[in-house]
């Protein structure tokens, strides 16, 4: 079965970065989109980018761009998301999320997350 | 502030059917049937119960279903049942400079 598994809970000062990784097991890595989202404790749900587990293309929201940056490793099958000058706003659940199929989706059809990971609380603080 | 706009709060009876909305604009849900619902419950990872406005993935229930008119979409729940009551999130496909937009959420609550 489809699984992704997150990393462990951060806490950091304010001005540091964190990375967060995302596990994958349970069907061919390299097939479909991956996706980053956050939620902020009470808030709703915020698209952070979207990484094509086969080139390692990522494309970030604009809002997170220079500050963002998502990797992968295809010999364990892994998602890194990694951000940088972290503000106090940014404490929050990071989410990793599958998308569609490489080969069959287009366009709005590879944004629909069948699969998330459990979360990573990242809390900056002083 | 989210950039689909869905009410706060909503609730029904079990038994009953309840409709959640999510306003957004023709560059979003109007613009495209790319829609999602996501239910969520405290603590834990969201579910995806609608895609493209209308399907349903494996496993979810036919009491859920989804539907768009204009630059509104809607998620019916039939038939209420207590474990219903959860966190509701749409999601619209917004082009390729925006990518995805997310709704703020609506709380189910099963009377």
């Known amino acids: 079965q489809v699984q992704l598994v997150q990393s462990g809970a951060e806490v950091k000062k304010p001005g540091a970065s964190v990375k967060v990784s995302c596990g994958a097991s349970g069907y061919t890595f390299t097939t479909y989109y991956m996706f980053w989202v956050r939620q902020a404790p009470g808030q709703g749900l915020e698209w952070m980018g979207i990484i094509n587990p086969s080139s390692g293309n990522a494309v970030y929201a604009q809002r997170f761009q220079g500050r963002v940056t998502m990797t992968r490793d295809t010999s364990t099958s892994t998602l890194y998301m990694d951000l940088s000058s972290l503000r106090s706003d940014d404490t929050a659940v990071y989410y990793c999320?599958?998308?569609?199929?490489?080969?069959?989706?287009?366009?709005?059809?590879?944004?629909?997350?069948?699969?998330w990971g459990q979360g990573t609380l990242v809390t900056v603080s002083s | 502030q989210s950039a689909l706009t869905q009410p706060p709060s909503a609730s029904g009876s079990p038994g009953q059917s309840v409709t959640i909305s999510c306003s957004g604009t023709s560059s979003d849900v109007g613009g495209y049937n790319y829609v999602s619902w996501y239910q969520q419950y405290p603590g834990k990872a969201p579910k995806l119960m609608i895609y493209?406005?209308?399907k349903r993935p494996s496993g979810v229930p036919d009491r859920f279903s989804g539907s768009k008119s204009g630059n509104t979409a809607s998620l019916t729940v039939s038939g209420l049942q207590a474990e219903d009551e959860a966190d509701y999130y749409c999601?619209?496909?917004?082009?390729?400079?925006?990518?995805?937009?997310f709704g703020g959420g609506t709380k189910l609550t099963v009377l």
């Open positions: 999320a599958r998308g569609g199929n490489l080969g069959y989706c287009s366009g709005g059809s590879c944004y629909a997350f069948d699969y």
């Open positions: 493209e406005v209308t």
């Open positions: 999601s619209s496909y917004a082009g390729s400079n925006t990518y995805v937009v």
